[in-house]
């Protein structure tokens, strides 16, 4: 894999938020980018564009993460496209919450199955077309570590798994030299957790920045761990939150 260009990279969700950001900081980097969407067609193109404007090539795959042979086929359209993979960012998730008694079976399915069960498929697909000096960036959260607030236990015990998968994972591939880390969002203003919306107030006062975030701050630490910067990074998590759990 090159330092600096000449890369190519797959993530998904990649559509908008903090994929979106994350896509194109990496072309901003010198990577070529494919993302995968589901159902934001539109949007997914706009980033295709920007990816294109920076002068790398861009590809939007459409594909469900919570649908497995929809995952590793993007893995493989992702390679045909772009002529080979040298860094995944499993950036897909959802959030689904409240009581744990009120929960349905199709909530708890579908938190697990986009937020454990994609990223393991994925990274599974996408390992043996990584060679050395590839890397995966798995999307945790800064609730992996401290629930902050009720309502959120099957979600933060699905993002709590991958630190256990991610550390797991470094230990498979290091010998490979493959990294893999994990990088821990806080509040970030994004369609999913927007700065001006109902639990915005709430989340703020537990911040010691006393702000949100921005998608762009993600972003660079995940292509900082994706650049010549994290060679030696790995098994690591890193928490983006604003001192939320300082």
Do not use: W
């Not at 193109?45 to 590809?59: D, F, K, Q």
């Amino acid at each position: 894999m090159a330092d600096s260009t000449d890369r190519r990279a797959l993530v998904t969700g990649g559509s908008r938020g903090i994929g979106a950001a994350i896509a194109l900081a990496l072309a901003q980097d010198g990577v070529d980018v494919a993302i995968t969407y589901e159902r934001s067609a539109d949007r997914a193109a706009e980033v295709v564009r920007g990816i294109e404007a920076l002068g790398r090539r861009g590809l939007a795959i459409a594909a469900d993460s919570a649908d497995p042979v929809a995952i590793r086929a993007s893995v493989e359209q992702a390679v045909r496209g772009l002529g080979g993979l040298d860094i995944l960012v499993n950036n897909a998730g959802i959030a689904r919450g409240g009581p744990l008694e009120t929960m349905s079976l199709e909530d708890i399915d579908a938190v697990l199955d986009v937020n454990i069960r994609s990223v393991v498929l994925a990274s599974q697909a996408a390992i043996p077309h990584l060679g050395k000096g590839g890397r995966i960036v798995n999307m945790g959260s800064c609730l992996a570590d401290r629930v902050t607030q009720p309502g959120l236990s099957v979600y933060s015990m699905s993002k709590s798994a991958l630190i256990a998968f991610t550390k797991g994972l470094a230990r498979d591939l290091g010998p490979r030299g493959i990294t893999v880390n994990i990088v821990h969002p806080g509040p970030t203003d994004t369609d999913m957790n927007p700065a001006d919306g109902p639990q915005a107030a709430a989340q703020r006062q537990l911040i010691a920045l006393g702000h949100y975030g921005s998608a762009d701050d993600i972003a660079r630490m995940v292509a900082f761990l994706a650049g010549p910067g994290g060679r030696h990074i790995t098994g690591a998590g890193f928490t983006v939150d604003g001192g939320l759990n300082a």
